[in-house]
């Protein structure tokens, strides 16, 4: 069976390789090639790390506000308290005068 017009294809031949060399120039590649790969890490990585850092900062801003909104709300509580405790006081002094002028009355008509 000839036929015309096609060529043969043949395998090609296998070449001795020397695994020493080829160890050697791929252990010689790492050295450049994992310092390099180290440093665009740390440069890609550094963003993200900094927006995780604001994004926990923010967080805590957040908490911080809810917890000083919640501390001013006792306090106008509080202070809501302590005008209820100046009227008392108030309507008390009233009442003690009320009750000096009553006495002061009865001993000038007691003679």
Do not use: Y
């Amino acid at each position: 069976m000839h036929l015309t017009g096609w060529v043969a294809l043949q395998a090609p031949a296998i070449l001795p390789i020397d695994v020493t060399a080829v160890v050697a120039v791929i252990m010689g590649l790492l050295v450049v090639l994992i310092p390099i790969a180290g440093l665009t890490l740390r440069f890609a990585i550094k963003p993200v790390a900094e927006a995780l850092a604001r994004m926990r900062d923010s967080t805590t801003t957040n908490e911080t506000v809810q917890l000083l909104e919640r501390r001013i709300t006792l306090l106008e509580q509080e202070g809501a308290g302590v005008m209820e405790l100046r009227q008392e006081v108030k309507q008390l002094r009233e009442a003690v005068e009320f009750e000096l002028q009553l006495e002061a009355g009865k001993q000038r008509e007691a003679p």
